[in-house]
């Protein structure tokens, strides 16, 4: 019985090889990809090495070149579909076996290889000193080459452990901040209610600016929530039947008396008729509200925001455009990222921690639709034009419930 290494990334290839040679006695290993087949060869110094050519970071002929120079004693025999007979042969393989395979024959042809220690057609040719001395160079370059791809995938795995360290520490810290925050909205309602005693005007003016900067804080918090849920596919969505545009004509009114208090002027158009739909209202009044955020915070002062509801029988859109200064190209995609600021240094102009727009589309992509961005779109917004920046909120009104 041989230990025979098969490198190949096609899980097909790897089961029908597999079977062949255990059928027939042979113990088999399996590797995915160049790296780790050169390492499992390494370790485990098999009698024989079947390689594909097209496997993922180091190709086989790299493979080839490097375990020609470490294990010079095991014969490598390429079986691949893409692979050049001669090259394979050149840079240190002994055999050739073209894909697809024949079953009836090849048990019999990898036990020849096995036995003779000899190429598909002949002896292995003797090599001049300038061809040894090319190979050597290229055993060199396909070591380094090898190095640098573990060092690549090792800091993959350490950003993938990082960003999932992340999002744990994201979480955890909205729930410890949720905790507290719970008795502080309780007994700060006691108080502007008057429940435990009557306040003076100074009092109510102190506990009014309270409530608004913890409900400025709820709302942080409760962002968070969401995109950190979002991020791990943890957050739940409660589709009803609802009136889309209720929802939008609700979020709007809400936030007229802001944009008027900085001068600005709000331009929607919204159809007069409902337009039922199913989906989740509460998350959907929610995106809403942080385009209308955005567009009020990005915008100049007294400058105007329009918003406009259009809809067919199957799908909807809402447009949010304003008269700010827009975002740069580059940035138009990355902006719906969870914590993506153009300007995230300690003194932007603008607050906020990036995390609206990601909620946005996470609500959008969980309602069968996408979200959008432009600038300095042409199209025209509830009757006009605006230079800044347009953002299209697009849904279905049946998705499917994610």
């Known amino acids: 019985m041989a230990t025979i290494l098969h490198i190949e990334d096609d899980p097909q290839s790897r089961l029908l090889v597999r079977k062949l040679l255990q059928r027939a006695g042979h113990e088999v290993l399996e590797a995915v990809s160049g790296v780790d087949g050169t390492r499992l060869a390494m370790q485990a110094r098999p009698d024989l090495i079947l390689l594909d050519i097209n496997v993922p970071d180091l190709d086989g002929y790299e493979v080839a070149m490097l375990l020609r120079e470490r294990l010079a004693e095991v014969p490598i025999v390429a079986v691949t579909a893409e692979g050049d007979r001669a090259t394979a042969l050149g840079l240190g393989c002994r055999g050739f076996v073209a894909k697809p395979i024949e079953v009836r024959t090849f048990v019999r042809t990898i036990e020849t290889f096995l036995a003779s220690k000899v190429t598909d057609v002949g002896s292995i040719p003797s090599e001049t000193t300038s061809e040894a001395l090319l190979r050597a160079q290229g055993a060199r370059v396909a070591a380094r080459l090898e190095a640098k791809v573990h060092e690549l995938s090792d800091a993959h795995e350490r950003l993938i452990e990082a960003d999932r360290l992340r999002r744990e520490f994201y979480r955890n810290v909205s729930h410890e901040l949720a905790t507290p925050l719970t008795p502080l909205v309780g007994y700060l309602g006691l108080l502007s209610r008057g429940e435990l005693g009557a306040l003076t005007d100074p009092q109510r003016k102190a506990v009014r600016s309270m409530d608004g900067a913890l409900g400025r804080l709820r709302r942080t918090i409760d962002n968070l929530l969401d995109v950190t849920q979002l991020e791990t596919g943890r957050l739940r969505f409660t589709f009803a039947p609802y009136d889309l545009r209720e929802v939008v004509l609700r979020a709007v009114e809400l936030r007229r008396p802001a944009l008027a208090a900085q001068g600005a002027k709000l331009f929607a158009a919204?159809?007069?008729?409902?337009?039922?739909?199913?989906?989740?209202?509460?998350?959907?009044?929610?995106?809403?509200?942080?385009?209308?955020?955005?567009?009020?915070?990005?915008?100049?002062?007294?400058?105007?925001?329009?918003?406009?509801?259009?809809?067919?029988?199957?799908?909807?859109?809402?447009?949010?455009?304003?008269?700010?200064?827009?975002?740069?190209?580059?940035?138009?995609?990355?902006?719906?990222?969870?914590?993506?600021?153009?300007?995230?240094?300690?003194?932007?102009?603008?607050?906020?921690?990036?995390?609206?727009?990601?909620?946005?589309?996470?609500?959008?992509?969980?309602?069968?639709?996408?979200?959008?961005?432009?600038?300095?779109?042409?199209?025209?917004?509830?009757?006009?034009?605006?230079?800044?920046?347009?953002?299209?909120?697009?849904?279905?009104?049946?998705?499917?419930?994610?």
Not at 314 to 341: M, S
């Open 270 to 402: 919204i159809p007069d008729a409902s337009l039922p739909a199913l989906g989740d209202a509460d998350r959907l009044f929610r995106a809403v509200e942080h385009l209308l955020d955005n567009a009020e915070k990005f915008g100049p002062p007294g400058g105007a925001v329009g918003v406009e509801l259009r809809f067919s029988a199957t799908h909807a859109e809402l447009l949010v455009a304003d008269e700010g200064l827009g975002v740069p190209p580059g940035w138009l995609a990355r902006i719906f990222e969870p914590f993506v600021q153009v300007d995230g240094s300690p003194t932007r102009k603008h607050g906020g921690a990036g995390i609206g727009l990601a909620v946005v589309r996470g609500v959008a992509e969980a309602h069968g639709g996408g979200v959008v961005a432009e600038t300095g779109s042409r199209m025209r917004v509830a009757g006009r034009t605006f230079p800044g920046l347009l953002v299209r909120l697009q849904i279905s009104r049946r998705p499917e419930e994610p």
